[in-house]
């Protein structure tokens, strides 16, 4: 019942005729007054969306600085490895280097010690010691073994001056990175106090228009509407892709009149998932951490939880708890980053409040796969999952399937 409807409710039953001049002035009165409470109401709702909405900007930010800082620490990893390997490198070809250098030192010390000094390497190289065979197949040995050595110690000095400079161009890289993950980091940062900002306005906007509970409804009422699209679109597209495999697989098999041998993606495309069965604790939760909310439970009101919320660390890894196939990956009011997995035969499991995807819309994913990680995002205090299962669009109790 609206407000304006009950205070000329409360008229009619005190007894105030409609027609008196006075009673009617009061009526105008409290209709403007309604007009503008209506008004107000109004104005809140629309700080509220707004916020909403550069709620949602906030914390998609977040969840793509995330990506990048996860992408610079396997590039950091990727390099450092390389790095090692480089060093190890330089090491051995000084070690084979110094080992060279020895040899030669070796080999000239043997011919010293042998008499052949300077003078007698001159008459070794003169036209009377080359007429003799014996002499001659000495020098030709010695000269072979000595330029091999010096070819060896060339190539060597090469192959080190090679390392080094690739050293300090991975040293340059390192740099880099470390350069760009700092500016994500204090990017990560401003975002998140910005986000801080965010939520305590919309929390004072919420109590200021005392709708909260409005607000809880709307949330779950946005997200029945979300998967009902995203499953349509999820049809329409699994109906596209089949029809192109089949189409190619027609036209390879024509031309090479061989059966057609489908990528692992076709595979997953034409293999038919059978949903998640019979409750029987089969599956494990798809993250770790103590149970704060559980199904059925009141969440205010006449309103109750739909899913359980595991309190978790912030970062934790959040698994699909079967395979399936993401239908949705997104930013929802109230659910924050969320993610929905079609398992097939009508069940589905859905994973939000995450601070980061690590999944997209039509992408297979197997049981205990990574797909995001926990967070606060939709609005939450403290990091924690939003864990539920539907099956054919009603909600059930997850902890039926999950121990």
């Known amino acids: 019942m609206t407000l304006s409807l009950s205070l000329v409710l409360a008229f009619v039953l005190l007894g105030y005729p409609e027609s008196s001049h006075a009673n009617q002035q009061d009526l105008s009165k409290i209709q403007q007054q309604i007009k503008q409470q209506q008004q107000q109401l109004s104005q809140q709702r629309q700080e509220q969306n707004r916020l909403q909405q550069e709620l949602k900007k906030q914390e998609n930010s977040i969840n793509n600085v995330l990506g990048e800082l996860r992408k610079t620490e396997q590039d ?3 390099l450092r490895q390389n790095i090692r390997e480089t060093d190890r490198q330089i090491a051995r070809l000084e070690k084979q280097l110094a080992a060279q250098k020895q040899k030669l030192a070796e080999q000239l010390d043997s011919a010293y010690r042998a008499g052949l000094n300077p003078s007698v390497i ?4 003169s036209e ?9 197949a000495y020098y030709q040995q010695f000269n072979r073994t000595r330029s091999e050595l010096i070819e060896s110690i060339k190539q060597t000095q090469i192959s080190l001056e090679n390392q080094k400079a690739e050293a300090q161009q991975q040293q340059k890289q390192q740099q880099a990175i470390l350069n760009k993950q700092k500016q994500s980091q204090s990017s990560l940062q401003k975002t998140q106090n910005e986000r801080k900002s965010t939520l305590n306005k919309l929390d004072r906007s919420i109590k200021q228009g005392e709708n909260r509970l409005d607000v809880l409804k709307e949330n779950e009422n946005s ?4 998967i009902a699209q995203a499953e349509q679109r999820a049809k329409q597209r699994e109906q596209q892709e089949l029809a192109a495999y089949q189409k190619k697989k027609a036209e390879q098999e024509k031309k090479s009149d061989k059966p057609y041998q489908p990528t692992e993606t076709e595979k997953q495309l034409t293999r038919k998932t059978s949903g998640l069965g019979a409750g029987k604790k089969q599956y494990a939760l798809p993250t770790s951490g103590s ?3 559980r199904f059925g439970s009141v969440q205010m009101g006449e309103l109750r939880w739909k899913g359980i919320v595991i309190n978790s660390n912030n970062g934790a890894a959040v698994q699909a708890i079967a395979d399936g196939r993401v239908i949705l990956a997104d930013w929802l009011q109230g659910y924050g980053l969320m993610v929905v997995v079609d398992h097939g035969a009508g069940d589905m499991s859905l994973y939000g409040y995450n601070q980061r995807l690590s ?9 205990g796969q990574k797909i995001a990680e926990v967070g606060s995002s ?7 999952l939003y864990f539920e299962i539907r099956r054919k669009g009603t909600p059930v109790n997850p902890l039926n399937w999950v121990k």
């Open 378 to 384: 939709g609005g939450q205090g403290k990091s924690s």
């Open 128 to 136: 009377k010691a080359q007429e003799s065979d014996r002499m001659y």
């Open 359 to 367: 999944v997209q819309n039509g992408q297979f994913v197997k049981r």
């Open 76 to 78: 950091l990893g990727s």
């Open 291 to 293: 149970i704060a909310n």
């Open 122 to 125: 001159e008459k070794m190289l």
């Open 223 to 226: 997200l029945k509407r979300s």
